[in-house]
């Protein structure tokens, strides 16, 4: 069974400062990884997703995520953030083998001006 | 765009009743998910389907139940609703290719149960 842990419930962080959301993960089979984002009353959608090939993956607003394996992590980033990143950030795992999704607890990102 | 319909966005119901919620995608996926979202605890995955009449337990099922009768729709049912199962309700759905599509979400319906 695959589990996901995000350690940091809430994230305070200024405005353009750097932020690092972090999610290890725990499986006994090949994954695939992936950030999802739910802003202030909205559904959740896509922010970026690991299949295979390059350990960084980029999403088209400046977050980065680079996949770990050996320490089973798959941390989001981004350098400059900005009052719009408000939201709460999960971290999901599917096994390459079945269809289950499970997610971690979400980190909540509040930019301060 | 695939769109992931869910049929209430707000439902009060009265301990005891029986409850269903209704979600339907139109993008011909194989897979469709229920999960419910609570503050602190992320999306927990209730019960999954991969295909016509077919389901799956997640990791929280007690107290419910789902119906996949037509590919593009997916049904929870609270056969008994309590106020423990007062909570945020998301409906995904992806296509049947082993793992590595993203779900795309409902908007959700809260439901509260008093």
């Known amino acids: 069974a695959q589990s996901v842990t995000q350690l940091d419930s809430q994230v305070p962080v200024f405005e353009e400062a750097p932020v690092e959301l972090r999610c290890n993960y725990s499986?006994?089979?090949?994954?695939?990884l992936f950030w999802y984002v739910q802003y202030p009353n909205q559904g959740l959608q896509l922010l970026l997703k690991?299949?295979?090939?390059?350990?960084l993956v980029e999403s088209i607003n400046g977050f980065e995520a680079e996949f770990n394996k050996s320490q089973t992590s798959f941390h989001l980033r981004k350098p400059s953030v900005h009052i719009s990143d408000t939201a709460e950030y999960f971290c999901?795992?599917?096994?390459?083998?079945?269809?289950?999704?499970?997610f971690g607890p979400g980190t909540s990102l509040s930019v301060i001006p | 765009d695939v769109k992931v319909t869910q049929s209430s966005r707000y439902l009060v119901k009265r301990t005891g009743e029986k409850v269903f919620l209704e979600c339907v995608q139109d993008?011909?996926?194989?897979?469709m998910f229920w999960y419910r979202q609570d503050p602190g605890l992320g999306l927990r995955l209730i019960y999954f389907?991969?295909?016509?009449?077919?389901?799956e337990k997640g990791d929280i099922p007690e107290g419910y139940s789902v119906s996949r009768e037509k590919k593009e729709r997916f049904s929870l049912i609270l056969e008994s609703a309590s106020t423990n199962q007062t909570s945020m309700y998301l409906c995904?759905?992806?296509?049947?290719?082993?793992?590595?599509?993203?779900?795309?979400f409902g908007n959700g319906t809260r439901l509260t149960v008093t």
């Open positions: 995904a759905s992806r296509p049947g290719d082993r793992g590595n599509s993203p779900l795309h």
């Open positions: 499986s006994s089979v090949s994954v695939y």
């Open positions: 690991y299949l295979s090939g390059s350990t």
């Open positions: 999901a795992v599917s096994a390459a083998s079945y269809d289950k999704v499970i």
């Open positions: 993008m011909d996926h194989e897979n």
């Open positions: 389907s991969y295909d016509v009449k077919m389901k």
